[in-house]
């Protein structure tokens, strides 16, 4: 693993021979005043930002850690932990409604085939099934795909990136949510657990989701969630097996690392995602180096995902940022 790549913030202790405990501590402390700087500049209103803190799990609206329950309905001490009322997901959702009211198209289960170069300096995407190929013309295109679509489409116009683009190797993964009774389950130790590739094992981590988020827990009546994650990197036999099999491993492994049998099953759910996660590994911030080099060659291209500064929701949204930045100053240069 790279560790310039994945820990930035130690790689200039490393190579300085200094104390990695104390760089910890303080990329925890820039981390913590970095998310307050974050909530005072986003702009908006004061009741806009209420209404932000209200949907904050784990935070009252003054900022202080609030306790969380556990699916018994036993409360915890506190929570270490901080999301979104309704889970992550309600935050594209939300934006996607918010750039429609303000007349913006978004296109979803549309495929990019191909970008062009056209005659006038524009991008042209070319996108559709190939028996009804559609044209797009852009003044600014943001790449925000994982690898290998990228590298396909950067491939005619920028070589050196497409190339270190394909050597970048992903890992597939599912996840498997359960749900069951949460009067059965009983109290849980703790919010879930990780389970190194040495136990053997096929799961690689759970999640006690109604123990974790609080509004999970309320919004259940009655019914806990727990998840699995499964798959590894160089693992990709393992989700080759059907559903109900990754259900069945879920249920037997969750409930060994607990030291009970889970409670039946009343509802299952897999969700798979292949090449979803980049893996970073020795050498791999050259390799970014060098996409970013060759991308800056390309005006009104930017790329922007997991690949290139972390698999984190932060960091994913930085590059989101970056590319955002640019692409506006891009085209207010072009339209002077």
Request: charged share 20%; net charge positive.
């Amino acid at each position: 693993m790279s560790l310039r790549s994945a820990t930035p913030q130690l790689w200039p202790v490393v190579e300085s021979g200094g104390s990695l405990l104390e760089a910890a501590v303080r990329a925890r402390a820039a981390g913590r005043a970095t998310l307050a700087a974050d909530r005072t500049s986003t702009g908006g209103t004061s009741a806009d930002r209420a209404s932000v803190d209200r949907a904050l799990v784990g935070r009252t609206p003054g900022g202080r850690t609030t306790g969380g329950r556990t699916p018994g309905g036993r409360t915890t001490a506190g929570s270490a932990f901080v999301g979104v009322r309704g889970g992550v997901g309600s935050l594209p959702r939300a934006l996607a409604d918010l750039l429609r009211a303000r007349g913006v198209t978004i296109r979803t289960g549309t495929i990019a085939r191909e970008l062009r170069r056209g005659d006038d300096g524009r991008w042209v995407v070319l996108v559709g099934p190939t028996i009804a190929v559609e044209e797009i013309v852009a003044d600014s295109v943001v790449l925000a795909l994982p690898t290998a679509p990228t590298a396909r489409l950067l491939r005619p116009h920028a070589r050196d990136a497409a190339e270190a683009l394909a050597g970048v190797e992903t890992a597939s993964m599912a996840i498997v949510t359960l749900a069951v009774d949460a009067a059965a389950l009983g109290e849980l130790p703790g919010s879930g657990f990780l389970v190194p590739p040495v136990e053997g094992w096929t799961i690689k981590a759970s999640t006690f989701s109604s123990t974790k988020w609080g509004w999970l827990e309320a919004a259940g009546r009655g019914t806990a969630y727990l998840r699995a994650s499964i798959g590894r990197a160089g693992e990709a036999a393992v989700l080759q097996r059907p559903d109900a099999e990754l259900v069945e491993v879920a249920v037997a492994e969750i409930g060994r690392a607990i030291g009970r049998p889970l409670p039946p099953i009343l509802d299952r759910h897999v969700q798979r995602w292949g090449g979803a996660l980049p893996q970073y590994a020795v050498g791999h911030a050259d390799r970014i180096d060098v996409v970013r080099a060759s991308v800056a060659r390309l005006p009104g291209v930017e790329v922007a995902g997991a690949t290139y500064e972390g698999v984190g929701i932060p960091a994913v949204v930085r590059t989101g940022r970056a590319a955002a930045a640019a692409t506006l100053d891009h085209l207010t240069q072009a339209a002077r």
